[in-house]
């Protein structure tokens, strides 16, 4: 009832004025609850220790996801663990492309492009152009993998 009765009354057209309207009780709420929380959280601090939060490197990362990957291939070649459930085929981890996909995304912070086509080489669509098999066709020609669609001039 904390989450439901509060979502369906503060919904709506109105939701911006109820906010503005709750936001005093709101903050009076957190300083009263935090004189008391506060030395709790303190006491359980002393009493269980500091939570501590790991903190991956991008190269542990890469190695958690290598190593993830590898024990699927290991798992998927001595056991078989794949199963079906509800039509849905679950094998226990990354596939390698899956694997190579998310290493890249986090080398991709700290790459750099080695090359640019240049403006004239883009094969890019026009927002109202209707896709057929014709412009299908030469969309599969071009051989990009993205392509970008202008509205107005080609050349922003």
């Given at each position: 009832f904390g989450e439901v009765i509060p979502q369906a009354i503060c919904t709506g057209p109105q939701q911006i004025r109820i906010g503005a309207f709750?936001?005093?009780?709101?903050?009076?709420?957190?300083?009263?609850?935090?004189?008391?929380?506060?030395?709790?959280?303190?006491v359980l601090d002393c009493l269980l220790g500091e939570h501590?939060?790991?903190?991956?490197?991008?190269?542990?990362?890469?190695?958690?996801?290598?190593?993830?990957?590898?024990?699927?291939?290991?798992?998927l070649d001595n056991a078989k663990h794949t199963t079906e459930k509800d039509g849905f085929i679950n094998d226990h981890g990354l596939r390698p492309y899956?694997?190579?996909?998310?290493?890249?995304?986090?080398?991709s912070?700290?790459?750099?492009?080695?090359?640019?086509?240049?403006?004239?080489?883009?094969?890019?669509?026009n927002v109202n152009t209707k896709i057929d098999n014709r412009i299908a066709?030469?969309?599969?020609?071009?051989?990009?993998?993205?392509i970008p669609v202008y509205e107005k001039n080609d050349k922003n």
């Amino acid at each position: 009832f904390g989450e439901v009765i509060p979502q369906a009354i503060c919904t709506g057209p109105q939701q911006i004025r109820i906010g503005a309207f709750l936001a005093p009780l709101i903050q009076m709420l957190k300083i009263a609850l935090g004189i008391v929380a506060y030395p709790i959280a303190k006491v359980l601090d002393c009493l269980l220790g500091e939570h501590i939060t790991t903190r991956y490197t991008n190269n542990d990362l890469k190695a958690l996801i290598e190593l993830h990957t590898l024990y699927t291939l290991e798992a998927l070649d001595n056991a078989k663990h794949t199963t079906e459930k509800d039509g849905f085929i679950n094998d226990h981890g990354l596939r390698p492309y899956q694997s190579k996909m998310i290493k890249s995304i986090i080398d991709s912070r700290t790459g750099t492009v080695k090359s640019m086509i240049s403006a004239s080489k883009i094969f890019s669509l026009n927002v109202n152009t209707k896709i057929d098999n014709r412009i299908a066709k030469k969309i599969t020609k071009a051989g990009f993998s993205r392509i970008p669609v202008y509205e107005k001039n080609d050349k922003n």
